[in-house]
């Protein structure tokens, strides 16, 4: 008896440490994230860097939009992309069309199938009718 109270004692107080350290641990946390937050020096860095980003990226943009080019490559480069735009329009055109004498050539050959397949029905049935009335006849 004494065996398992003193170890429920041992459990007891594991679990009372344990959770005293995650409290330390987010009190520590916390302090520690104000403490970036209202430093003058922290946010002053943070601002300057902030600066230096804005700036580094602007310079980027400038830089891909001065590369230069003489009026005759823009000129060039105008008339590949309209070249570029028209083609595929025309590319585009012709492969609907394409696809709408497929779908009639498709809609011709079945149409030829099922009155293939009619004339057999028919020819079937005149048989049968044939049949039927020879052994109507010979009742």
């Not at 804005?54 to 590369?67: A, P």
């Not at 309209?82 to 050959?109: A, M, P, R, W």
């Amino acid at each position: 008896m004494v065996a398992i109270s003193q170890n429920l004692l041992y459990i007891i107080i594991a679990v009372i440490v344990i959770i005293g350290l995650i409290i330390v641990f987010m009190l520590r946390r916390t302090r520690g994230g104000n403490e970036m937050i209202s430093n003058p020096k922290y946010l002053a860095k943070e601002t300057e860097q902030k600066k230096i980003n804005i700036v580094e990226r602007d310079l980027e943009s400038q830089y891909i939009s001065d590369v230069v080019l003489s009026n005759g490559q823009q000129k060039k480069l105008d008339n590949i992309r309209e070249n570029t735009s028209d083609l595929t329009h025309k590319i585009g055109y012709f492969n609907n069309k394409v696809n709408e004498k497929l779908d009639s050539l498709e809609e011709d050959k079945e149409y030829v199938k099922i009155q293939k397949l009619l004339t057999n029905l028919d020819k079937t049935s005149q048989k049968l009718g044939k049949k039927i009335s020879k052994k109507k006849g010979d009742k």
